[in-house]
């Protein structure tokens, strides 16, 4: 029987069956043998221990398309990256780093400044200008307003989207809209679970329309860039990619150096100041990082 993990807490791991329900299961010690671990979002081969107690073990893990670290999830098409475009002010510096992150994954992401209407209309518009120019999707919206709900709907359609953001913009909101009249099946899960187990908070997929999976995954307040090279950093800022090679110095890290392209661009108004603030920000953080 093939299902999907929708939650996993402390090595037990809820697979949605379609037509079947939701089975508790826990994974066969080859796993742990081979040193390999069942995420959020992976298709899994159960076997059925108990089809009255929906109890089961996972057997096999099928081939995943791609696995993010942080969140660990699986089998990821997009991430939705929500902010508030106010209260709280955006964090530009923190949305940057979770954008290197994806990038390095090769995981395609949809900006959403929630609270637009909160937001001035020359604010929210300089905020979605920032993200465009760079090539990324960004969306206005306002969960107590409902505005921008349609829009965003169709970009989630027929995908499984990572969700990710720091708490208070409005996240959950959103979540609880674009699920509508779909019940969300914690309850079932929380009940196999028994009251008051486990209330940290875990990565959990929700269905909310057919074929169309949220991976909610905890708030972020800090993200670190792990594991880089500071001389790699500039590839995964999308806008400094068509001035690679324009340089006067081979492996320019546009920091320094005389004759930078991306250095020259920013002087014209042609990158937004507020991305390059970020890349200095990371690049000197990756510097003192190799230093220690």
Sequence with gaps: MQGKIIKGISGFYYIKVVGSGIYECKAKGIFRKEKIKPLVGDNVEIEVLSEEEKLGNVVDILPRKNELIRPAVANVDQALVIFAAREPKPNFSLLDRFLVIMERQEIPVVICFNKQDLADAKEAQRMQEIYISCGYEVLLTSASQGDGMEELRSILRGKTTTVAGPSGVGKSSLTNLLQQEVVMETGEISRKLGRGRHTTR???????????????????????????????????????????????????????EPGCSVKTALEAGEIPKERYESYLELYQELADKRRY
């Design 202 to 256: 875990h990565s959990q997929m929700i269905e909310v329309e057919p074929d169309t999976y949220l991976l909610d995954t905890p708030g972020f307040t800090s993200f670190y860039v792990e594991e880089m090279d500071k001389e790699d950093l500039r590839h995964y800022f999308r806008e400094f990619l068509k001035y690679e090679g324009t340089c006067r110095f081979q492996g320019c890290t546009h920091t320094h």
